[in-house]
């Protein structure tokens, strides 16, 4: 047991490391390009609006969530568009899948990406088909313009928000999933368990998908890792979670926030099945 805990530790902490960095970086990128967005975006066509909304939540962690509710919430694209960057949005446990499985994350993401571009197409057809209600405007401005300074990005991005807000949550959820994963293999028959209750195994992914936070589903993410549960599973809980990204929405508009995951846990269960069944 105390090698199980020993081997866990350092795995986890080596995880969390590779994914602090990818979150930096990705964090970087995201304040060099503020604001651009919104010039892109404006008065665009809607398949543009499909395709750069879907690659907004493509982006590993919830950078590219969050300016997607803040252009939704400024009435810069559509319901549809933000409906399918939160199907494509695979949250902070998109990093961790790069530091299990990148060959594979990175075609998880094409999916996802694909799905969120001919699913914001979809969703937007249905509302205005069978008019769904949704808000479309606010005025208050949710995001504040940082300074450019070395000091200030330090203090601001990498340590209050990174590391003081995500960094440690996502250890202690990589080492818990890991530990309870080690466990059940170790001492219980977990892939004989997962195997024959493998339908009940995908709808759990999808109940647990619907919590707005990154880390639970990092257990999926975990039992992917080690070959206990196929590709259709990570892809249905990526699909139907988006990290933190909901969070902004619920402040914004809760009727808005239900209706959008429900799109997601609809596209999700459908897609997820289909690929199950086809044995993937």
């Known amino acids: 047991m105390i090698n199980i805990f020993r081997d866990v530790l350092l795995e986890s902490v080596s995880i969390t490391f590779f994914v602090l960095l990818m979150m930096i970086l990705a964090d970087y990128i995201n304040v060099r390009t503020k604001g651009k967005l919104h010039v892109l975006l404006k008065g665009s066509n809607k398949w543009k609006q499909y395709v750069i909304g879907s690659f907004l939540g493509t982006i ?8 997607g509710v803040s252009l939704y919430m400024h009435g810069i694209i559509s319901y549809g568009t933000i409906a399918g960057l939160m199907i494509a949005s695979a949250g902070d ?11 594979i994350a990175i075609l998880l993401f094409v999916v996802l990406f694909v799905t969120g571009i001919f699913s914001g197409k979809i969703i937007d057809y249905i509302v205005v088909k069978f008019k769904i209600p949704y808000s479309t405007d606010c005025e208050t401005v949710q995001y504040h313009q940082h300074e450019k300074s070395y000091k200030h990005y330090m203090k601001e991005h990498i340590w209050h928000h990174i590391i003081k807000e995500h960094v440690w949550k996502i250890f202690l959820w990589i080492f818990g999933a890991l530990l309870l ?7 219980l028959n977990l892939e004989s368990l997962t195997t024959q209750y493998i339908w009940l195994v995908l709808l759990v992914s999808v109940l647990i998908g619907i919590i707005p936070e990154s880390g639970p589903h990092l257990i999926f993410v975990t039992m992917f890792a080690q070959g206990l549960i196929p590709f259709s599973i990570l892809l249905t809980s990526s699909i139907v979670q988006d990290g933190h990204g909901m969070l902004p929405m619920l402040s914004f508009s809760v009727k808005d926030s239900i209706s959008i995951k429900i799109f997601n846990v609809l596209f999700g269960l459908t897609l997820g099945s ?7």
Do not use: R
Request: proline share 6%.
């Open 181 to 187: 994963l080690e466990i059940g293999t170790s001492y």
């Open 60 to 67: 590993p962690g919830d950078l590219g969530s969050f300016a």
């Open 274 to 280: 289909i690929l199950l069944l086809l044995g993937l």
């Open 93 to 103: 446990e998109a990093f961790v899948m790069l530091a299990l499985f990148p060959k």
